[in-house]
């Protein structure tokens, strides 16, 4: 006791450092990334355990297309996580979305692996809908709560939770899928049911909304957690790569999840650091005379302040006392209609309705309808499109890995090198989406016309482009509609992810490898019996669909320009000078 007394760190320093540490901002920043990291992992690995859904119900492709809609669908459909998150707090939102999470992909698990009779196919798609709809109240409670928390730096903020959602997840669950179950699909679904429904659970305490505190540092340690995760991505870039020369035993396996789950809990290591920093900061300044006068003094300035009475207001002149009388009332200022179509400034705090009616709104949706859409479409088909092409099974877990590396690039690209371009050179958000949408329409063309062995880079384009949409998309949101709404605006931009995928995945990609394989079937005299699953082989299977997406992802293109040219003003302009005031 003497020698802990002796070193000026005693127990009550222990106990204010402990609770410094498990109330502080950036304990609440690990802990949205990792909900948003487990809440991500079913919906990333549909890939790899939808074969196992198709084999086991006997489906077809098109039947299959559709279970990846809904999917889709309860995945980015987060209007009413959105709405709820607005009246309460966010650990609400999270513990309905871990329940959401157990109970879809329960039932998927139960029906897959034979434990209940055969569903229905509506009831499945009921079943994918509700669990992978849990990503969007786990995203909703989380990330637009670190957007709040840290207004200032809201590329960065995206950019980091965006990387590990979804991008880091696919590569680091393929892992831990091989070290646990080794080829067991069936055992993956009910891990991804039980997995973010305990993390959420367990991280609930830690996301709150806190008092904006703009420090000189911020940035600095959200480029360390930068760090540590493109250190945890070039880790698993590597795996991949020895896996792909050599094949790992189970053990092997372990060994690098062991070394992956050490590099996924090393930025708690930066929390304590930055949190006691922080704590023996203010330890000091509490301990220096000359800083409890100043803390003394404006006491006592705002004891006089509170007890002088409030100044007179001036004399009103007749004119003005007139024009008083003859202002609207408040019920018809306030009308939640009557302001429609007249919104603000662009930046300033726009009503919902006020925001969903913008132009500038339509042409962002419609460019996410196409680009995010196209890229989700070949994402969903990884798959089949392995397959189709020959390419052998243990290829689409290197497939899915790469896609997941790239994927984490790309958002995290967009979310910080967006940022420096926006300070430094006022280059616009809305310009950055519509390069990287063009530079997807030339992975899609890479896919449709199978160039030899092109097609490793072409997973790479598209996984960086998908990616890379999202920290762009919701900041834009932010920064034209403001903070305000933002729980219900940032859930409705998702939606055009699910539309664009039902369109382009369902519509035209199932439907043309159904017409192929059912052609491939005829021409060899043989029949389809009910129940089969219906397989297509060649490049012709997806070919006339890429170049389909590929033309609708150009669409979405120009209308990205067309945000540019209408938005040139507004991010000319300092935009986040009012958080700074």
């Known amino acids: 006791m003497g020698t802990v007394a002796s070193t000026g760190f005693n127990r009550a320093d222990m106990r204010s450092l402990a609770f410094q540490i498990l109330t502080g901002r950036w304990l ?19 890939g790899l355990y939808s074969s196992a859904i198709k084999a086991a119900l006997g489906y077809d492709q098109t039947t299959l297309n559709l279970l990846g809609f809904f999917k889709d669908l309860g995945a980015n459909v987060g209007v009413l996580s959105g709405l709820i998150n607005e009246v309460t707090p966010p650990w609400v939102v999270l513990s309905m979305g871990a329940a959401m999470n157990l109970f879809g992909y329960l039932m998927i ?12 196919v509506w009831h499945m798609c009921l079943y994918i809908c509700i669990g992978s709809n849990s990503q969007a109240f786990a995203t909703t409670g989380a990330l637009v709560t670190c957007v709040k928390n ?3 730096n809201r590329g960065a903020v995206l950019g980091i939770l965006k990387g590990y959602q979804g991008a880091l997840t696919g590569a680091i669950i393929t892992q831990m899928y091989h070290a646990f179950y080794r080829n067991d699909a069936t055992a993956l679904i009910l891990f991804v049911a039980w997995l973010p429904a305990a993390v959420s659970l367990g991280f609930l305490p830690a996301i709150r909304i806190m008092k904006v505190d703009q420090r000189r540092n911020e940035l600095k ?18 795996i991949i790569i020895v896996e792909k020369q050599m094949k790992f035993t189970q053990s092997e396996y372990g060994g690098s999840v062991a070394v992956v789950l050490f590099l996924l809990f090393l930025p708690l290591a930066l929390v304590i650091k930055e949190e006691f920093d922080l704590w023996k900061t203010k330890k000091q300044a509490l301990n220096e005379p000359s800083q409890l006068n100043i803390i003394t003094e404006r006491l006592n300035a705002e004891d006089k302040d509170a007890s002088s009475p409030p100044p007179s207001p001036p004399p009103m002149s007749a004119a003005a006392t007139s024009s008083r009388n003859q202002l609207p009332s408040p019920q018809k200022q306030n009308s939640c209609l009557s302001n429609v179509f007249r919104p603000p400034k662009r930046g300033e705090d726009y009503t919902i309705l006020q925001a969903l009616f913008s132009f500038d709104m339509f042409l962002l949706f419609l460019a996410t309808i196409c680009g995010v859409g196209g890229t989700l479409t070949a994402i969903d088909n990884l798959g089949q499109i392995g397959t189709s092409l020959g390419y052998p099974t243990d290829s689409l877990s290197t497939f899915i890995s790469l896609m997941s590396i790239w994927n984490y690039l790309g958002r995290v690209v967009a979310g910080f090198v967006s940022e420096i371009f926006l300070t430094k050179y006022k280059f616009p958000r809305p310009l950055m989406l519509a390069l990287v949408q063009l530079l997807a329409c030339a992975g899609h063309l890479l896919m449709a016309f199978n160039v ?35 729980s219900t605006l940032y859930n409705f931009g998702s939606v055009a992810s699910p539309i664009g995928s039902y369109l382009l995945n369902v519509r035209v990609a199932g439907y043309l490898y159904d017409k192929e394989a059912e052609r491939q079937m005829a021409a060899t005299g043989s ?27 150009f669409f979405g293109t120009l209308a990205s320009f067309i945000l540019v040219l209408r938005t040139r003003k507004f991010y000319r302009s300092d935009i986040y000078k009012k958080f700074r005031e």
């Open 28 to 46: 609440m920043v690990f802990a949205a990334i990792l909900v948003m990291f487990a809440a991500a992992s079913a919906t990333s690995m549909f």
């Open 452 to 486: 030899h062995n092109a097609l490793y880079l072409a997973w790479m384009i598209i996984g960086f482009c998908f990616g890379a949409q999202w920290p762009l998309l919701f900041a834009i949101i932010s920064e034209i509609f403001g903070l305000k709404y933002y």
């Open 221 to 238: 340690v959200f480029y360390n957690f930068l760090y540590i995760s493109l250190g945890l991505a070039g880790f698993l870039m590597i």
């Open 150 to 152: 840290f207004p200032e």
């Open 109 to 120: 698990w139960l029906a897959v692996s034979g434990k209940m009779a055969k569903p229905r």
């Open 527 to 553: 029949h389809r019996k009910r129940g089969e699953e219906l397989t297509c082989i060649g490049a012709e299977c997806f070919k006339l669909a890429f170049l389909i997406i590929a033309g609708v992802t």
